[in-house]
């Protein structure tokens, strides 16, 4: 039996790579024939992971964390009938059966079937179905005939292995804040937050051919990374009005569409830059929203959040200026993106050289017992989207 390691929480700041179970093809008691088992090729360290390493949420310690997730089909259940043993593949974050309701619509963020607790389902993370995540050498994912995507050649793939991991889960979720918010080709766009998904949700502004994309954030390294690839900058430390430094770029105070990207972690802006104000985002979004203009907001926002500053916010309850958005008749876009709506063609975007997502987001590879470190770099606000390599298969 192969042995396998995986990136577990502990408690609040601490994860540690463990030896865990070997993946089998079982969902409990009961064979999974229509899952695949994955040796991983690569990883990633994701924001959301992030929020459940400081504390922020109820997720158990033992937990194994990792919802980014490509790697080679090692073996197959008797039901897979379109994906092979050898075939290198996207694992969508979001978990989806393809037979409900919803998956048929191609809501797979919010598939019925894969979760007791409520809708949606994801690899490693807490609330999410209890599925074991993928930050290690091995994994189980099911409905692999409907939830993977394959590459159509796998050299051509790995020479571009840095772009294509991200495919699981934050290129796809920052196009599809952009794309909610009615960006395209003209258009004047602001986007909460430099970090990965930040950076990933700007160049897909670009590609889908805005004018103007404005990038907000406290940390003058992310500033400088969405500087790289063509972006106008704000640091949010600055004492003037968003509005106002909107208008000192623009010449108005006002985008045609804006995208949180940041979530309930947010910090207020100014003099309250230390003070973490769950809403700021959100409201400011509103301000400086068109009127008729739209708002993705790709960012997690929690029911529970044990480290929130007041009781309310715990709940997930903000106070939220919905009359202003209201009266600007905005639209707004939330929830987990559905990762299948957009892979297939973000993946020809990657292989057709229309992009560069690994160069924006700023990929660092990693080895697997280097995640604890790469956890700790980007809580302090490393520009870095870090990639883990458990298997050495990553070439230079």
Same mark, same amino acid.
């Given at each position: 039996?192969?042995?396998?390691?995986?990136?577990?929480?502990?408690?609040?700041?601490?994860?540690?790579?463990?030896?865990?179970?070997?993946?089998?093809?079982?969902?409990?008691?009961?064979?999974?024939?229509?899952?695949?088992?994955?040796?991983?090729?690569?990883?990633?360290?994701?924001?959301?992971?992030?929020?459940?390493?400081?504390?922020? $949420?109820?997720?158990?310690?033992?937990?194994?964390?990792?919802?980014?997730? $490509?790697?080679?089909?090692?073996?197959?259940?008797?039901?897979?009938?379109?994906?092979?043993?050898?075939?290198?593949?996207?694992?969508?974050?979001?978990?989806?059966?393809?037979?409900?309701?919803?998956?048929?619509?191609?809501?797979?963020?919010?598939?019925?079937?894969?979760?007791?607790?409520?809708?949606?389902?994801?690899?490693?993370?807490?609330?999410?179905?209890?599925?074991?995540?993928?930050?290690?050498?091995?994994?189980?994912?099911?409905?692999?005939?409907?939830?993977?995507?394959?590459?159509?050649?796998?050299?051509?793939?790995?020479?571009?292995?840095?772009?294509?991991?991200?495919?699981?889960?934050?290129?796809? $979720?920052?196009?599809?804040?952009?794309?909610?918010?009615?960006?395209?080709?003209?258009?004047?766009?602001?986007?909460?937050?430099?970090?990965?998904?930040?950076?990933?949700?700007?160049?897909?502004?670009?590609?889908?051919?805005?004018?103007?994309?404005?990038?907000?954030?406290?940390?003058?390294?992310?500033?400088?990374?969405?500087?790289?690839?063509?972006?106008?900058?704000?640091?949010?430390?600055?004492?003037?009005?968003?509005?106002?430094?909107?208008?000192?770029?623009?010449?108005?105070?006002?985008?045609?569409?804006?995208?949180?990207?940041?979530?309930?972690?947010?910090?207020?802006?100014?003099?309250?830059?230390?003070?973490?104000?769950?809403?700021?985002?959100?409201?400011?979004?509103?301000?400086?929203?068109?009127?008729?203009?739209?708002?993705?907001?790709?960012?997690?926002?929690?029911?529970?959040?044990?480290?929130?500053? $007041?009781?309310?916010?715990?709940?997930?309850?903000?106070?939220?200026?919905?009359?202003?958005?209201?009266?600007?008749?905005?639209?707004?876009?939330?929830?987990?993106?559905?990762?299948?709506?957009?892979?297939?063609?973000?993946?020809?975007?990657?292989?057709?050289?229309?992009?560069?997502?690994?160069?924006?987001?700023?990929?660092?590879?990693?080895?697997?017992?280097?995640?604890?470190?790469?956890?700790?770099?980007?809580?302090?606000?490393?520009?870095?989207?870090?990639?883990?390599?458990?298997?050495?298969?990553?070439?230079?």
């Amino acid at each position: 039996m192969c042995q396998n390691h995986g990136v577990a929480y502990i408690k609040p700041g601490v994860v540690e790579v463990q030896s865990i179970d070997y993946p089998k093809l079982a969902l409990g008691d009961r064979k999974c024939h229509h899952g695949v088992i994955l040796q991983i090729v690569s990883t990633n360290i994701c924001g959301s992971d992030q929020h459940m390493v400081r504390g922020r $949420t109820t997720a158990p310690a033992g937990l194994v964390l990792g919802h980014e997730i $490509t790697g080679l089909v090692i073996e197959a259940g008797r039901d897979v009938e379109f994906i092979k043993e050898g075939d290198l593949v996207s694992v969508p974050f979001n978990i989806a059966c393809g037979r409900c309701r919803n998956c048929k619509v191609g809501q797979t963020g919010i598939c019925l079937n894969v979760n007791p607790a409520r809708p949606g389902a994801a690899y490693g993370y807490v609330d999410m179905g209890g599925w074991v995540g993928g930050q290690a050498e091995y994994v189980m994912v099911p409905y692999a005939d409907f939830n993977l995507l394959k590459f159509p050649d796998k050299d051509q793939a790995m020479a571009k292995i840095r772009d294509l991991t991200l495919l699981s889960d934050i290129f796809p $979720t920052g196009y599809h804040g952009a794309v909610m918010a009615g960006v395209g080709p003209g258009s004047i766009v602001y986007v909460a937050g430099a970090g990965p998904v930040g950076l990933a949700c700007a160049a897909s502004c670009h590609l889908l051919g805005a004018a103007v994309v404005i990038v907000g954030d406290m940390i003058p390294e992310r500033l400088e990374q969405a500087k790289s690839f063509g972006c106008e900058t704000i640091d949010l430390r600055n004492e003037a009005s968003l509005s106002d430094q909107i208008a000192a770029i623009i010449g108005v105070p006002e985008v045609d569409s804006a995208v949180d990207c940041v979530g309930f972690e947010a910090r207020g802006h100014g003099a309250d830059a230390a003070t973490e104000q769950p809403a700021t985002v959100l409201n400011a979004a509103m301000t400086i929203t068109r009127a008729g203009g739209a708002i993705g907001i790709p960012g997690l926002y929690v029911t529970g959040d044990p480290g929130a500053s $007041t009781e309310a916010a715990k709940e997930g309850n903000l106070n939220i200026r919905i009359g202003l958005g209201w009266a600007k008749s905005h639209s707004f876009y939330t929830g987990q993106c559905p990762v299948m709506k957009y892979h297939r063609q973000l993946m020809n975007a990657i292989l057709y050289d229309k992009i560069q997502i690994a160069k924006a987001v700023n990929v660092e590879v990693i080895s697997l017992d280097k995640a604890p470190k790469g956890y700790q770099d980007f809580d302090k606000g490393a520009a870095k989207k870090f990639v883990i390599d458990p298997h050495g298969m990553i070439p230079n």
